[in-house]
């Protein structure tokens, strides 16, 4: 659907080379609400815009519906670019223009006749919540409204693509949640493609099926939300999970461990099943081992648990191994952690 293969971006500012991105290869399939975070300078709203030609690469390919974008001529690119909405942080509506006039916009250079666009804007406002804001100016709107009408423009010429430029940054958490909301439904009910570039892990904890973790323009993690979430590898990455997900022990468990310095720790990530079973219970009674839960954590990912436990172990050292192999052997993730080392990451 969408595919970024070896692509390159250097900017050259003042005779400077600014190299944006660095080879990035990434594919979004049909369907996938596909999430790309990363701080700020790290080369999202490069990336977002070579997929609609907003930018051309200076090396590799942009596939759109498996079609080479490169190949294009301004005419073919100029219809591909129709089957592509975007939306924006700042919403980039049309101050003079009415509500209905900003949504018209796409219809009107699409040439549509006065009717069509009628129908059409109406029922993209209806979908949208904003039946009643139809005569309005974006002067009169709240923020979260805005962005409904910058969402409904996006929309009018029935993309099968939408791309979002920090749709919510600008926004409050409750607006937020229910601009989310409405690209979840637009994923699920037109079975539009969503591609969002955020700073903010919660967003897409809340909606993407998959997430790229993006770092000084190139992708230094990739893949399913569950297993990007359950098992971030980069430290960049665990520091966005972090944002989200509580998996630090309380300061009071962190002094008294302070006192053991160099005692070992292990931090258990358990998804889906292995978050419902009793796992740990069975660990300890066929071990010889004794155990010490310093923290647990339960959090819902796409439908799906993921819990997060740091515990300590005491017992014979063979005896924790088999203990350890056991939780594996059950799907659960061990990460062995010394407690100084834990403490320094969680100040
Ligand atoms: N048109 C441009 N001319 C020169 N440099 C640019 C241009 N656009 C982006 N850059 C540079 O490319 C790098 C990546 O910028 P980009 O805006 O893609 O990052 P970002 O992750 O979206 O950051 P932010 O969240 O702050 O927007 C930065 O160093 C930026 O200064």
């Known amino acids: 659907m969408i595919e970024l293969k070896n692509v390159y971006k250097t ?22 609400i596909f999430g790309v975070i990363g701080y700020s300078g790290a080369g999202k709203s490069t ?21 080479d974008l490169g190949t294009y001529n301004d005419k073919e690119l100029r219809t591909a670019k129709k089957n592509i909405g975007m939306i ?12 209905f006039d900003n949504v018209a916009i796409p219809l009107v250079l699409l040439k549509k006749n006065k009717q069509e666009i009628r129908q059409r804007v109406l029922e993209l406002l209806e979908f949208v919540g904003l039946s009643d804001k139809a005569g309005s100016y974006p002067s009169e709107l709240s923020g979260g409204q805005k962005q409904r009408v910058g969402i409904a423009r996006a929309l009018a010429s029935n993309p099968s693509i939408l791309l979002c430029d920090e749709a919510t940054s600008a926004l409050d958490p409750q607006t937020t949640q229910s601009i989310l909301q409405l690209l979840k439904r637009i994923n699920a009910e037109y079975n539009i493609t969503v591609m969002i570039i955020t700073h903010e892990m919660s967003v897409i904890q809340e909606i993407c099926n998959k997430v790229a973790v993006m770092e000084e323009g190139r992708i230094i993690e990739q893949g399913s939300v569950l297993d990007v979430f359950g098992h971030p590898k980069h430290e960049t990455t ?25 005692s070992l720790l292990y931090k258990l990530n358990f998804v ?10 069975e660990m300890i009674r066929s071990f010889e081992i004794k155990v010490n839960i310093l923290f647990a954590n339960m959090t819902e990912i796409q439908e799906t648990t993921l819990g997060t436990a740091i515990i300590q172990i005491h017992g ?13 052997r059950h799907g659960v993730n061990v990460e062995e952690v ?8 969680n100040k």
């Open 238 to 262: 665990k520091n966005f999970v972090k944002t989200v997900i509580q998996n630090s022990m309380t300061s009071s468990v962190q002094k008294s461990l302070k006192a053991e310095r160099g």
């Open 88 to 99: 924006f942080q700042h919403f980039n509506l049309l101050e003079s223009k009415k509500v």
């Open 338 to 345: 010394e407690s100084n080392v834990f403490n320094h990451n």
């Open 11 to 32: 900017f050259t500012r003042k005779g400077i080379a600014i190299d944006a991105l660095k080879g990035i290869d990434l594919k979004v399939e049909k369907g996938d």
């Open 272 to 281: 889906g099943e292995s978050a419902s079973e009793p796992i740990l219970y």
């Open 47 to 67: 990336l977002i815009r070579l997929v609609n030609y907003l930018e051309r690469p200076t090396e590799g390919q942009v596939f759109v519906d498996g079609h």
């Open 316 to 328: 014979d050292r063979s005896q924790v191994e088999n203990a350890l192999a056991f939780l594996k």
